[in-house]
């Protein structure tokens, strides 16, 4: 019911900065928990960050705390991740997903991969040292 559009990912220097942006289809959006998670070659998907249906609430993954922050604007029907200070160990494909409350019946922004209903295709995020 909605195709998330990522965005924003590129090569950068460690030290440096992007922010992803992730568009929503369809009139829902402000329904879903907003998610990112990232995978890199050879490991499991892992959470990075997750924000709640009106931005009260959010959840980090202890290796980005402190240097990432993740958004949201309804009225745009998208999703951010400004990261900053980035390191080579965050090099990796970059989602967003979408949890539907409505769904799920969960509201948290959750960290666990299999409570999300949606998932776009993907941005490469590649740090240098």
């Known amino acids: 019911q909605v195709q998330l559009v990522e965005s924003g990912g590129g090569l950068v220097q460690a030290g440096g900065s992007l922010r992803l942006t992730c568009v929503a289809s369809?009139?829902?959006?402000?329904?879903?928990?907003m998610g990112w998670f990232r995978q890199a070659p050879g490991k499991e998907r892992e959470f990075v960050a997750a924000?709640?249906?009106?931005?009260?609430?959010?959840e980090y993954a202890d290796p980005v705390k402190g240097r990432f922050t993740i958004s949201r604007d309804n009225a745009k029907n998208t999703v951010y991740l400004q990261m900053n200070r980035l390191k080579p160990e965050d090099t990796a494909v970059y989602y967003c997903?979408?949890?539907?409350?409505?769904?799920?019946?969960?509201?948290?922004?959750?960290?666990?991969?299999?409570?999300?209903?949606?998932w776009g295709q993907g941005t490469q995020v590649t740090v240098s040292s």
């Open positions: 924000i709640s249906r009106i931005s009260t609430s959010t």
């Open positions: 369809g009139r829902t959006f402000s329904y879903y928990v």
């Open positions: 997903a979408a949890l539907d409350t409505a769904y799920s019946g969960r509201y948290y922004p959750s960290r666990d991969l299999k409570d999300y209903d949606y």
